[in-house]
């Protein structure tokens, strides 16, 4: 089992870091290297193990993303075209339209903020060797 298998039995696509504060992410082999150049950088010896945190794509509630956007598409044609004291009830066949558009943006839409799910303790040389 690989380390990606272990802390990802759902098989997502998983980004990793070697400093949990760092702002960037990469693949893991990726951020391997990485970590062993910063430490070539810092004329510093790379650990033999290292711990490795995973982040994966964070899920998205599409559920709000519809009722924001029907409630604030109604408030805005309340404002310009219905009765300011009697605001219009929003209908099924409405939140039906909404849920359509909704979805049809999501499924086109790629999430790029991640979300820590773990670590896991690395042995260097399975993924780099100087030669």
Request: hydrophobic share 35%; glycine share 2%; aromatic share 10%.
């Amino acid at each position: 089992m690989t380390h990606e298998q272990a802390i990802n039995p759902q098989n997502t696509a998983l980004l990793w870091t070697h400093n949990i504060d760092s702002d960037r992410i990469y693949p893991l082999k990726e951020a391997i290297e990485i970590y062993i150049t910063e430490c070539k950088d810092n004329d510093e010896s790379p650990l033999d193990v290292v711990q490795i945190h995973a982040f994966k794509k964070k899920e998205m509630s599409v559920d709000w993303f519809v009722e924001d956007a029907i409630e604030n598409l109604m408030m805005r044609l309340d404002e310009e075209y219905g009765n300011y004291d009697d605001p219009t009830e929003i209908t099924q066949k409405m939140k039906d339209a909404a849920s359509v558009f909704v979805k049809a943006v999501v499924a086109d839409y790629d999430i790029w903020q991640h979300e820590p799910i773990g670590s896991v303790e690395i042995k260097v040389s399975d993924y780099w060797s100087e030669s």
